[in-house]
């Protein structure tokens, strides 16, 4: 199976399924030298984990980090570093009803259409729960280019379904289980969630995405730009619908005099362009904004076929988020750093700096 493998020079691939006995990653690229243990790593792990609060699902995984290779004496050796982390509480027995049936708005009918052979549980391959490798492997890239450049890469939710969330401050995002850069809303955002719950329903969400301290100059012309590895990589992020950058669908209504970013000699006075220009990094912060899809697995009954064609009904039991984009910060955060990483490391091949 193909498609598994993100980037060119700093490259990670991912393994494993929902129910598997482990999932993980080798990441492919990494120079020697950096510092790194499993607590660099488990950080952002626990921030991606799931089970840590009543709005997301309630599967109890540890999410521990084993490192088996590509370290010695707490260095990167710039060889393969292997990633493990174990699965311990799958329930395979709550997709049962779902070996001849397909969840709308899941992958269930197209993985069985390509490969004629799926793995039902949870979600096999095509579940978040192969957001954590992404994660774990992203947790390096960050480490990385925050001590050789300083890279500050945050992201935070702007919208839970109908409710817009204000940015007031960074230094909140990380005290709510939403990501919210604004705790007033906090009450409201949990209410729904409740609503939602009941329903047996789910929402989506849009999540934003900041890199501060990225150089001018990373990415290639034309068909690699920097640009378009982010927005390959953001969609390779469950239930991502949407990708933009800067401005995004709002330069369609803006003038030429107000998108163009104006250059002055102390720099750029706004960032439409969200830092990138020609598909190469401007020196300005890189900001990304994701659209969420809905989570596919609900408890409403839905109308669907089997394999043979014929009409059914399903319902989706087992443990689900009911909003996928609650746990998306970190996942994204890590997607943006392992694309920058990349870069950085081609740039560094082609200009030598």
């Given amino acids: 199976m193909s498609g ?54 309630q599967r109890r995984e540890p999410d521990q980090v084993e490192i088996l290779s590509g370290i010695y004496e707490g260095r990167t050796t710039g060889t393969p570093i292997s990633l493990l982390i174990r699965n311990s509480d799958a329930r395979s ?19 069985w259409k390509k490969f004629e052979n799926r793995d039902p549980r949870g979600g096999g391959r095509s579940s978040a729960r192969l ?22 890469i945050r992201g935070y939710m702007s919208q839970l379904g109908p409710i817009a969330i204000p940015f007031k401050s960074w230094d909140v995002v990380e005290q709510n289980p939403f990501y919210a850069p604004d705790l007033d809303v906090v009450p409201q955002l949990e209410a729904y969630m409740d609503e939602l719950r009941k329903e047996g329903e789910s929402i989506g969400a849009r999540i934003e995405v900041v890199a501060e301290g990225v150089p001018a100059g990373w990415g290639e012309p034309i068909y690699d730009r920097l640009d378009a590895d982010i927005a390959h990589a953001m969609m390779g992020l469950n239930a991502v ?8 669908f709002d330069c369609i209504t803006q003038k030429g005099s107000e998108h163009g970013d104006a250059l002055y000699p102390d720099g750029f006075k706004t960032n439409q362009a969200g830092g990138v220009l020609g598909g190469i990094s401007s020196g300005q912060a890189v900001t990304v904004s994701l659209a969420i899809k809905p989570t596919a697995s609900i408890r409403t009954m839905r109308p669907s076929v089997n394999r043979a064609g ?4 399903v319902q989706t039991l087992g443990r689900h988020d009911p909003c996928v984009g609650i746990r998306a910060t970190p996942i994204a955060e890590a997607l943006l750093a392992i694309v920058l990483m990349d870069h950085c490391l081609r740039h560094r091949s082609q200009c030598g700096v």
């Fill in 4 to 57: 598994n493998t993100l980037g060119k020079s700093f490259r990670v691939t991912n393994y494993g399924e929902s129910h598997g006995p482990a999932i993980g990653a080798v990441i492919d690229g990494c120079p020697p030298g950096l510092e790194l243990s499993e607590q660099d790593i488990q950080f952002e792990l626990d921030r991606r984990r799931p089970g840590t609060s009543r709005h997301v699902t």
């Fill in 93 to 111: 027995k709550d997709y049962g009803n779902l070996l001849d049936t397909f969840r709308p708005g899941h992958a269930d009918y197209t993985y």
């Fill in 131 to 152: 957001t954590a490798p992404t994660v774990a492997a992203g947790a390096i890239a960050k480490k990385w280019l925050a001590e050789h450049f300083g890279v500050k």
């Fill in 241 to 248: 619908k949407g990708v933009s950058i800067g401005a995004g």
């Fill in 310 to 313: 014929e009409a059914v009904e």
